[in-house]
């Protein structure tokens, strides 16, 4: 029984210890963390070392890439990027394809990519490409004033009764909607990213 029991624990402490727990940094705090930020392209992925499922061996594969688009810093100081060959569960490990990816680093040669990394796919943010361009430019956010709905992500505007998207409105509602007063910027597709937060007011729920 006690071994049994003994058994039991370690089980349970390899599981605590193998536990994947990341920090979400959003878009504006990316931008001021990373001193080199820009947009690449995997051109081919090499491996160097397979990984081995039994042994919980991820293995390691190589991108090598090629600069389309640089907001900050210089992109050209990032060799490649790296990552498992296949990743092993509960290890925060991820693999890399070729494919767009915006990149966040800070230092130079390879980046070693992980689940946790600020760098993603593209296509999973991809208004990422026009806030960047924004933030690069320096270019000033707009005020909206309006009623923001916490479940929808969306904001009525007093002038108007389109809902808006909005993206990383970042805040500790107490209620789902509230009388707002934001800036941020205008995108293309009519949605709205938002840089700062002036007031926010709880309304009754609906």
């Known amino acids: 029984m006690n071994k049994l029991l003994f058994g039991v624990i370690a089980l349970l402490l390899s599981f605590e210890a193998l536990a994947c727990s990341c920090k979400y940094h959003g878009l504006l ?12 392209e995997v051109k081919d992925v090499k491996i160097l070392k397979e990984s ?3 042994n919980f061996q991820e293995g390691k594969v190589q991108g090598n890439i090629a600069v389309l688009s640089s907001f ?20 925060c490990s991820t693999t890399i394809k070729r494919d767009k990816y915006v990149v966040f ?23 990422y490409e026009e806030v960047l361009t924004q933030l690069k430019s320096g270019a000033a956010a707009q005020q909206y004033v309006g009623k923001y709905n916490t ?49 926010v007011t709880p309304l009754d729920n609906d």
């Open 29 to 40: 705090e990316k931008w001021q963390l990373a001193e080199h930020v820009f947009i690449a």
């Open 52 to 54: 081995d499922a039994k």
């Open 72 to 91: 900050k810093g210089q992109p050209d100081l990032i060799t490649s990027l790296s990552a498992a060959h296949k990743p092993v569960c509960c290890t």
């Open 105 to 127: 680093a800070s230092k130079a040669g390879e980046l070693t990519l992980s689940s946790c990394s600020m760098t993603s796919l593209l296509s999973n943010t991809p208004y």
């Open 151 to 199: 479940r929808k992500r969306v904001l009525t505007l007093d002038s108007g009764t389109k809902s808006i998207p909005v993206h990383e409105f970042f805040y500790d509602f107490e209620v789902t909607n509230n009388d707002v007063v934001i800036e941020g910027f205008p995108l293309k597709d009519g949605s709205i990213f938002l840089t700062s937060i002036d007031t």
